[in-house]
Structures are given as structure tokens and as C-alpha cells.
């Protein structure tokens, strides 16, 4: 894709995406409370799915730097150490990376600086070595709650996996649709499979920042006419190498910077897909709670998918 088609292409979404001249929600504001009370009518079994990644400690080909995991008591050593009469507690502290190509975790929209500003005209300079002092995550601290839909682009292509480096183009989104008797609507959490976790698991990790599968720039049109809340994937959602030379992540430049879709990145779709295939529905209430953490780009996140 040409630097001039994809400008062309930030342009028409950016001026084709509604707003105020305060919004600081974005996409969210599709999501309104009649669509979070339509949500619930999806919950048939009651079963609920994570769709979230375990947080890794090991360091690998695609996690360099790991979350970082101690234990502070008990401190006897590997062996333990069992505290003696009375009470005791067993504590531990955590330390991780947020935006990896590893961990699950939410992009708020202060994520994405492009040309000089955050999403809806916001200066680039709120963001300080102190934290986000707009559009951090502090703006989903009530959660998103409403129907999630899984479109499982392998399985339209009858492969296990994408491989690194393919795209999924608007055309795999709606024929994942009809394939799986659903529809994106407006107001919906929509989950993109491409098998990055399955490959992974099978394979072995590998450098993902230089080769993954994702979605096409092109794609990101389908989200803005379905006019859906928020976008997550079992990859970065982005495609690499990127399909634009001048632009490293443009999925994350259009959805985030453009249109203020909040993005999950590497989540896990390997039971909740099967999950689907078996009840025969790929939709479901979805609840997303990320963590309140003041100032931040972003969350880890476990998204639970209610069947």
C-alpha cells in the first residue's frame, strides 16, 4: 500500500469517525446501555472463557524482556518455608512490559502518537516520562461490557494457522460472517482470529515484532462501517512487515489514532473457538476489565467471554 493510499485512507476514517470536540472515549460510545442490556440475551450456558494469555516469566524469541515475578514471603529458598505456629501470609510482587508480543493487554488511545497528537486533536505532549495526562486507561476503569463476536478467519480458509506475514482483508471478515451465520453490528467487541497462539504453541515462538499475521490496513474500513466498540486479536493486529513503508503499525494508527478503537493484542482464542463451533454461535457477552492504573498506555487484560 502506497504512503498516498494510506494517508488517503487515515483521512477518510478520521473524518468519517463521529465525535466531540472533547470526546475522550472514542469508539466506545457505540457501546451505549441499551446494547449493554441487548448483550445479556447472549448468555445461553452460562459458560465462561478467558481470553487471555498466561503471563510468561521465561524470556523468548518474541518476549525479550519477560514479566518479572518474586516471591517476597515466604523467603526460605526454593524449598519454602512453613511460618511456624500462628498466621502467616504467602506474598509475591510482579513486574511486566505492557505493550509486548507476548502478554494479553488493552492499547488505551493515548498508545498512538502520529503526526504530532493522540487521537481527536489531543497534543502529543500530554504524554510526559510522568504517565498519560489524557485518554490513558483510566477511561475503560468501568470496564467494557457488550455482545462480543469471534470471526475465526483460519478456519474460512481451512488452515490451523495464518502464517507470518499474511493479511486479513475486509473480504476474509465477511465471508468469516457468512461462513459462521453471524453479524458484526454496531456496538460490538469484535475478536479477529488469525491462530497466532496455535502456531506459536505448535512451532515454537519466534520473533513476532519482524513476522506475524494480521489484519490488512484496507480491513479496518469493515470496523468503521459495522461501527464496532472495540478490536482485539490473538496477534498484534497489525501484519508484519507492515503493508505500508513509511508506517510500522498502520492498523494501530487507523483504528486508535483515527477512529479511537481501543485494541487488545495477543489474546487467546484456542478454547473459546472451539467453544463457539460447538454451541453452534460465535456470539456471546463479552466483559473486559482492565486494571485502573492512572496515567498508563495500557493494561494486561483478561477479556471473558459469557456463553
Known amino acids: 500500500m502506497s504512503d498516498g493510499a494510506f494517508r488517503a485512507l487515515y483521512e477518510e476514517l478520521r473524518e468519517h469517525t463521529p465525535r466531540a470536540s472533547d470526546d475522550r472515549r472514542g469508539a466506545l460510545g ?40 518474586r516471591m517476597i514471603e515466604p523467603s526460605g529458598g526454593e524449598t519454602g518455608a512453613s511460618g511456624g505456629a500462628g ?30 497528537a493522540l487521537y481527536n486533536g489531543v497534543p502529543a505532549s500530554s504524554v510526559t516520562s510522568e504517565g498519560a495526562g489524557a485518554l490513558c486507561v483510566e477511561a475503560v476503569r468501568d470496564g467494557i461490557v457488550g455482545r462480543g463476536v469471534l470471526l475465526d478467519v483460519p478456519r474460512l480458509r481451512g488452515v490451523p494457522w495464518l502464517e507470518p506475514g499474511e493479511h486479513v482483508t475486509a473480504a476474509d471478515l465477511a465471508g468469516a460472517e457468512a461462513a459462521q451465520g453471524v453479524r458484526v453490528g454496531p456496538g460490538d467487541v469484535l475478536f479477529v482470529r488469525v491462530g497466532h497462539r496455535l502456531r506459536r504453541r505448535e512451532l515454537g515462538a519466534w520473533d513476532a515484532a519482524r513476522a506475524r499475521a494480521g489484519l490488512h490496513p484496507t480491513a479496518v474500513r469493515f470496523l468503521a462501517e459495522r461501527r ?48 463457539c463451533a460447538d454451541a453452534g454461535r460465535w456470539s456471546f457477552l463479552c466483559v473486559v476489565a482492565p486494571l485502573r492504573l492512572p496515567s498508563a498506555t495500557g493494561s494486561p487484560v483478561n477479556p471473558i467471554a459469557v456463553l
Open 87 to 116: 498466621l502467616h501470609f504467602a506474598r509475591d510482587r510482579f513486574a511486566m512490559n505492557v505493550h509486548g508480543d507476548a502478554d494479553s493487554h488493552l492499547d488505551a488511545l493515548c498508545h498512538v502518537l502520529f503526526d504530532g
Open 228 to 275: 464496532v466498540a472495540a478490536l482485539g486479536s490473538d496477534g498484534n493486529n497489525d501484519t508484519a512487515p507492515s503493508a505500508v513503508a513509511s508506517v510500522d503499525f498502520p492498523v494501530h494508527v487507523l483504528a486508535v489514532h483515527a477512529m479511537g478503537l481501543h485494541l487488545m493484542d495477543y489474546l487467546q482464542f484456542e478454547e473459546l473457538a472451539p467453544a
Open 30 to 69: 457505540h457501546l451505549t446501555p441499551e446494547r449493554v442490556v441487548a448483550a445479556t440475551a447472549e448468555v445461553r450456558s452460562g459458560r465462561t472463557v478467558s481470553l487471555a494469555a498466561p503471563v510468561e516469566t521465561l524470556a523468548g524469541a518474541d518476549n525479550p524482556e519477560p514479566a518479572r515475578h
